[in-house]
């Protein structure tokens, strides 16, 4: 009986601890005219996700220290960093901003004639579809009197594959698929390596954790593309491609520094 009494006691204790720590953050999401709603919100920490209401209100569970990202269509994406206070019953006030775009100023002109024509000559653009066409049907090197008796077919040649056959256009890259480059190895290796190039900020963030890049070294969450860039010219690129994780690591870590020095000094 003694026993028993002792387990009821140890399993209402760890009831009550477990449920002190599962806290939500309540927040509301606003722009500059109002409540925004459908805003999606993640906790990149414990990877839990929501939306905002109609009227901008969303609850997340959350524990201090957790990064929330606000994400919106047109809006920059927000990153907050969730501190003590803001556990609870309270309502936080998370304000999103519009994305600007600016563009470099250009001038138009019609042409770029002054009206001499020794000059104007030299500026006339070149129509080179016409030049190329001359160049082609240039038939002055032929001499027409010579009779060819031989009918040579180029066997390399031939006609455009009809496919009357619905059922292939559902067929996958099988061996009589349509490869979108043919057989181009440059092409097929340029694709793969710009799809390398896209998915491997994304990557990192997965592996390293936004606690790394953002607490520990000190990154503003909105210059983390322009903090890899800063060290790609130490090939964390090839390093990562290889599997050299603690090499970029150390990188990363090592011009953390320096570069938090140079964006502060152009603030």
Request: charged letters at 25%; hydrophobic letters at 35%; a positive charge.
């Amino acid at each position: 009986m003694k026993n028993l009494l002792t387990y009821i006691v140890l399993f209402y204790s760890l009831l009550g601890f477990s449920q002190i720590n599962q806290k939500l953050i309540k927040g509301k999401v606003m722009n500059h005219l109002g409540a925004l709603a459908d805003v999606h919100i993640v906790n990149t920490t414990n990877n839990k996700a929501t939306f905002s209401n109609e009227e901008g209100n969303f609850e997340i569970p959350a524990t201090p220290n957790d990064l929330l990202r606000f994400s919106y269509v047109g809006y920059e994406t927000k990153f907050v960093i969730v501190e003590k206070k803001n556990l609870g019953f309270q309502r936080n006030v998370f304000v999103i901003e519009k994305t600007t775009y600016t563009l470099d100023e250009i001038k138009l002109r019609r042409h770029n004639l002054i009206g001499t024509i020794s000059t104007d000559l030299k500026e006339t653009p070149v129509d080179y579809k016409n030049k190329a066409l001359l160049e082609t049907m240039d038939l002055s090197e032929i001499d027409i009197r010579v009779l060819n008796t031989e009918d040579y077919i180029d066997k390399t040649v031939r006609p455009e594959v009809v496919k009357s056959d619905p059922t292939t256009l559902f067929q996958g890259l099988g061996p009589t698929a349509t490869r979108p480059f043919g057989n181009s190895k440059k092409l097929w290796d340029l694709r793969k390596e710009l799809a390398f190039k896209k998915g491997m900020p994304a990557k990192l963030m997965k592996e390293l954790g936004a606690k790394f890049f953002f607490l520990e070294l000190g990154i503003p969450p909105e210059r983390y593309y322009h903090f890899l860039e800063y060290c790609n010219p130490l090939g964390i690129e090839k390093l990562y491609r290889k599997g050299e994780k603690l090499e970029v690591i150390k990188i990363l870590q090592n011009e953390s520094k320096s570069y938090i020095e140079v964006i502060n000094e152009h603030k």
